[in-house]
């Protein structure tokens, strides 16, 4: 009876391995399309956060990475994801949103923006989206970098900007607040990484006491580089996210770090579910925070006044 059992239980195991193995290879893959302008892979923490709710690159997932040297690539790049017939398309950045949008009204798109969508056409209100795009805004809120910028530096008058391309209302708040505050504010043309470099020298040349960093996505995989480029020709800046103080930039105030992460997944989760982009509201962040770098402040000969360190969220000596 026992030897009747052991043969049963073996040929059980023989025939259920195969069963198994079966189903996970008959496992759907999805496939996500990532749309953006300049090098901007997947986030560790976005595959991390899509790991948690089991969405497994090599298992159940299937990234097609697609990046722009300029923005005139972008609608071919999305014309690819879309003949390709991905499930969902990831795009970072407004013009990639925008590509992505020309490119279909079939596939769902979730976006990762600065500028306001419902300004720039690609969804009818925050709440109610409409159409195929859901997503992330963390918002346009230059005219506070540059109060912030004001409060480190009471005596600064001018004040430069890298222009990216784009439409020139882009900067119409900026200059307003520049106004409100009794500060000249002059964009300074940047196109492509390649101008980046030239920046700060051209900035100094303009007669800038300072330099502020807006929040555009093609800057953020340069934001460190930048960072250092402040320090390095030795001009205060402020940039939007932490990266940029802890590279030797002498300030950094935008939204907490990472926090779109799991707002994104949770969207990308219900769409691959079934869910409807337009159900879907667009996200924005809730809270933000402000990095002084007083190492950089003090190699400049600047104080940072004491109101403004007591709101720091982090002081790096």
Do not use: C
């Not at 994801?81 to 279909?104: F, H, M, P, S, W």
């Amino acid at each position: 009876m026992d030897r009747r059992r052991f043969l049963l239980t073996s040929l059980a195991g023989v025939f259920a391995a195969p069963l198994a193995a079966g189903a996970q290879q008959g496992e759907r893959v999805y496939r996500i399309g990532l749309l953006s302008e300049g090098a901007h892979p997947l986030s560790k923490p976005l595959a991390d956060a899509l790991s948690e709710l089991g969405w497994i690159e090599g298992k159940n997932l299937k990234f097609e990475r697609r990046s722009a040297d300029s923005g005139d690539h972008l609608p071919s790049l999305a014309a690819e994801l879309v003949r390709l017939k991905v499930d969902l398309i990831l795009a970072n950045g407004t013009r990639a949103a925008r590509a992505a949008k020309e490119a279909t009204k079939a596939i769902p798109i979730v976006f990762n923006l600065g500028e306001d969508p419902v300004v720039n056409g690609l969804v009818a209100s925050l709440a109610r989206p409409g159409g195929n795009l859901t997503g992330f805004v963390t918002g346009i809120y230059d005219e506070k970098a540059l109060e912030v910028l004001k409060e480190a530096l009471p005596a600064v008058r001018r004040v430069a900007y890298p222009a990216a391309a784009g439409p020139s209302e882009r900067y119409a708040p900026l200059h307003a607040a520049a106004r409100a505050l009794s500060v000249e504010v002059q964009g300074i043309r940047v196109l492509g990484p390649s101008d980046l470099d030239g920046f700060f020298a051209a900035a100094r040349r303009a007669g800038a006491g300072a330099v502020l960093v807006e929040n555009i996505a093609w800057f953020r995989p340069y934001l460190e580089r930048m960072g250092a480029a402040s320090e390095k020709s030795r001009l205060p800046a402020i940039g939007y996210y932490r990266q940029f103080s802890e590279a030797g930039g002498m300030l950094s105030y935008g939204p907490a770090q990472f926090e779109n992460v799991p707002r994104l997944t949770a969207q990308i989760d219900k769409i691959l579910k079934g869910a409807k982009p337009t159900d879907l509201p667009v996200e924005q962040p809730t809270k933000f925070e402000l990095v002084i770098n007083l190492k950089t402040a003090k190699a400049l000969g600047l104080t940072i006044p004491p109101s403004l360190l007591a709101r720091a969220d982090q002081v790096i000596e």
